[in-house]
Nanobody, 116 residues
Framework: QVQVVESGGGLVQAGGSLRLSCVASGSTFSINAIGWYRQAPGKQRELVATISSRGINYADSVKGRFTISRDNAKNTAYLQMNNLKPEDTAVYYC???????????WGQGTQVTVSS
């Protein structure tokens, strides 16, 4: 079992920055991939970025603005978000996945609101 907790969300003006954190605890040895997702009101949850041994991937909408990273020693993943836009407003979720649970474990989410 793995527990995932996100933090770092908040209210920021357009053009500003935020850094989200995702801390995993429990059977973290079973995690080999971390993904950040977001869900805006009335929309489906969408993939933002992933990091694994196979590499890093970003959604086209965030390329060049967001950076995903991982500190294995701290069981923590980060999402650095720069040049934020109002359309980035959403609840951001972290997903930690591995061979024991390919669908992954989800956190409770953290709200990001970007004002224009």
């Amino acid at each position: 079992q793995v527990q995932v907790v996100e933090s770092g969300g908040g209210l920021v003006q357009a053009g500003g920055s935020l850094r989200l954190s995702c801390v995993a605890s429990g059977s973290t040895f079973s995690i080999n991939a971390i993904g950040w997702y977001r869900q805006a009101p009335g929309k489906q949850r969408e993939l933002v970025a992933t990091i694994s041994s196979r590499g890093i991937n970003y959604a086209d909408s965030v390329k060049g603005r967001f950076t995903i990273s991982r500190d294995n020693a701290k069981n923590t993943a980060y999402l650095q978000m720069n040049n934020l836009k109002p359309e980035d407003t959403a609840v951001y979720y972290c997903n930690a996945a591995g061979p024991l649970r390919p669908a992954g474990w989800w956190g409770q989410g953290t709200q990001v609101t970007v004002s224009s």
